[in-house]
């Protein structure tokens, strides 16, 4: 995959110097650039991909029951809404990378030492505030390459899904150890590398957007319909992603949606992004089939088969189909905001949508510890629904550059 070009970004680089890159030293800027972007997600994978199978020993170390520990969803939700509001003012200010990075080096310490729990409970919140600005910035970087920012933010995403596929692996292990935070001792080495990185490859400049003021440009972004329909999308689907992520087989889940935002690339180009993303929907929920009462084929295989591997096999197999989802909405936002705006509203679609990774876990969590684990299923099927409704009434107009 080749990368298209280096971003332009502003402060403290020699201008002429840019200019007189050759088109070969330019190319390899933008593929270190790009790598450096991916990384950035990698973290965002890590984290989301931790929680759940950590939460059970999160309960038995701090003696609360699941209301008490949900605080932390709660209070990480609180963090990414956080964040996704300030990204637009401190992303111009600060620096790509620079906030997102430090949040998460503060948050990780905080979480180490297994310190009490209310403790633990506000370095959720750095840490949403951390996340948001980062899948902010990440997905505004790709969303602005002028060639192949499709393909690209698959690949991106896809690194997403790798990380999120290892860390329920060593979580897991972690969670049957006496030193069980120490986990979050492997997080910090990864937010250290992520800041060194940003700060070598990005030397804190910040992305050139002209056009408005700060102020101008929010209330702007905010007026936006299709803006807040996206982040409602958005925020539904990541939802979906972490419940069933930390409510079954992860690893296979994540695996499958790896797999999906890279396999499945070729067909997002054969039919079209907006009308691929229904038949991925459909097919997640399941085929209506008489014979089966009308129940999706997929989900039911989840809900009903008692078998490990059946399970993890059909878990896999939505991961796959609901993996694209996500690039692609990032993608039909690159084609319909104005440029000068696209970095700020794309940053407020991916960070209050992953307030969803929060919101949506603790909403099942409680519904599921009240009426049994066999209320989780409907509840999904009915959160995907709800998706291809979202997307359907989302604006097809593209944008007037």
């Not at 309960?59 to 996704?84: H, N, R």
């Not at 790709?142 to 995403?157: C, D, I, R």
């Not at 104005?338 to 940053?347: K, M, N, Q, Y």
Request: aromatic content about 10%; charged content about 10%.
């Amino acid at each position: 995959m080749a990368a298209s070009r280096a971003i332009g970004f502003s402060g403290g680089g020699d201008i002429r110097a840019t200019l007189a890159l050759s088109p070969k030293q330019h190319l390899k800027n933008s593929r270190i650039q790009f790598a450096s972007v991916c990384w950035c997600i990698f973290l965002a994978g890590w984290n989301d991909g931790s929680t759940g199978p950590l939460l059970p020993r999160i309960q038995k170390v701090y003696d609360v029951g699941f209301a008490i520990v949900s605080l932390l969803f709660v209070f990480a939700c609180l963090g990414f809404v956080g964040g996704a509001l300030m990204n637009v003012y401190l992303t111009d200010r600060l620096g790509f990378g620079t906030v997102c990075s430090l949040c998460q080096i503060v948050a990780y310490t905080l979480q180490a030492p297994a310190l009490p729990f209310p403790v633990f409970v506000l370095s959720y919140t750095i840490n949403g505030v951390g996340m948001a600005l980062q899948e902010a910035q990440a997905n505004g970087y790709v969303a602005s390459l002028e060639k192949n920012a499709a393909t690209q933010m698959g690949f991106l995403h896809a690194a997403y899904g790798a990380r999120a596929l290892a860390s329920p692996l060593v979580a897991t292990q972690f969670a049957q150890r006496r030193h069980w935070s120490f986990h979050y001792l492997v997080s910090l080495g990864l937010a250290v590398s992520n800041a060194a990185l940003l700060s070598v490859v990005f030397k804190f400049k910040t992305q050139d957007e002209t056009g408005a003021s700060q102020d101008t440009k929010f209330r702007q972004i905010m007026g936006l319909k299709s803006v807040r329909l996206l982040a409602f999308f958005v925020l539904v689907y990541v939802g979906v992603e972490v419940t069933i992520g930390a409510g079954y087989v992860s690893s296979g889940f994540f695996g499958g949606m790896m797999v999906g935002r890279v396999a499945l690339l070729w067909l997002n180009e054969k039919i079209g992004e907006r009308r691929v993303l229904y038949l991925y929907s459909a097919l997640a929920i399941g085929q209506v089939s008489p014979r089966l009462r009308e129940c999706g084929v997929l989900e039911l295989i989840v809900w009903l088969v008692p078998s490990l591997i059946g399970g993890a096999i059909a878990v896999s197999i939505v991961g796959v189909l609901l993996g694209p989802i996500f690039p692609i909405a990032m993608n039909h936002a690159a084609r319909v905001f104005p440029r000068w705006l696209l970095t700020g509203a794309i940053g407020w679609i991916a960070g209050f949508g992953q307030a969803g990774s929060a919101l949506i876990p603790f909403v099942t969590g409680t519904l599921s510890s009240r009426f049994g684990i066999k209320s989780l299923q409907p509840l999904l099927m009915v959160m995907m629904s709800i998706m291809i409704i979202l997307w359907a009434l989302v604006p097809r107009a593209r944008r007037a550059d």
